[in-house]
């Protein structure tokens, strides 16, 4: 299992996703650190003004803006130690069937990619490679756009792209879409998974969003697996990238 794992995760109110992912994560034997903002609301108004532009291209809701922050503190872990790869979860992360042996295979598979890559482990948008792309065997597609940022496996070269960009210019927009504009300008590069390894659980009804309004519940599960089981089985035969 590659290492680390950081999880994207907040200073207080989630103490129920923490407590399933440290067993979720302790059953597939993954080491493990939670990334938060700061306790001290002066630090995190620093990082703030020294990461995010004054004029975002987008309203940022407080949620969003601190998520994206902690993308943000996980790439400067990952740089300060010169980690050659690390998972990045959001702590509504759930792991789909075969999660551990796919992910051998995504690892095998991204030792040949060029530096500069990350690679998008969920099915958060429902998106995926059309029959046509698939190859027996391969796991990696490369993308044009990201399917969110709830679970991802990003590169040293990428993390320091990322943050060579944001020293500069500043993020205007929430870190997905931040993804898609930075891919869009050649700083990184994007791949998806496919099978995906992963669903975010406010997605699937699993457990409430706590930046948008996604509430968990039953019929919220039931009409996820519905959309999942049309657009990765049937709608995906009429696209062609």
Same mark, same amino acid.
């Given at each position: 299992?590659? !290492? &680390?794992?950081?999880? @994207?995760? #907040? @200073? =207080? #109110?989630y103490e129920d996703r923490e407590d399933k992912l440290k067993r979720d994560l302790s059953s597939l034997n993954m080491e493990f650190e939670f990334v938060t903002e700061f306790n001290e609301q002066g630090k995190n108004?620093?990082?703030? =003004?020294?990461?995010?532009r004054e004029d *975002?291209?987008? &309203?940022? /809701?407080k949620g969003k803006l601190y998520c994206t922050l902690v993308h943000i503190l996980a790439y400067e872990k990952i740089v300060a130690r010169q980690q050659k790869y690390a998972l990045i979860f959001e702590n509504d992360v759930c792991f789909l069937k075969n999660f551990s042996k796919n992910l051998e295979k995504v690892l095998a598979e991204a030792e040949a990619l060029e530096g500069g890559f990350l690679i998008s482990l969920e099915n958060s948008t429902? +998106?995926? *490679? !059309?029959? +046509?792309? @698939?190859k027996k065997g391969k796991m990696l597609y490369e993308a044009a756009f990201g399917r969110c940022a709830g679970a991802y496996l990003i590169d040293l070269t990428a993390a320091k792209n990322i943050l060579g960009s944001v020293r500069k210019k500043g993020f205007s927009k929430v870190i997905d879409w931040w993804h898609n504009?930075?891919?869009e300008a050649g700083v990184i590069k994007l791949y998806w998974a496919?099978?995906?390894? /992963?669903?975010?659980? !406010?997605?699937? #009804?699993?457990l409430s969003s706590s930046i948008a309004v996604r509430n968990k519940g039953n019929l919220r599960y039931l009409r996820w697996r519905l959309q999942k089981f049309v657009k990765m089985y049937l709608t995906r035969w009429f696209r062609f990238s």
């Open positions: 299992m590659v !290492s &680390p794992v950081y999880i @994207i995760h #907040g @200073i =207080a #109110g108004d620093e990082l703030i =003004a020294k990461y995010f *975002p291209l987008e &309203p940022l /809701t429902l +998106r995926f *490679p !059309s029959w +046509r792309k @698939i504009e930075l891919a496919h099978p995906p390894l /992963t669903e975010q659980g !406010s997605f699937n #009804g699993q």
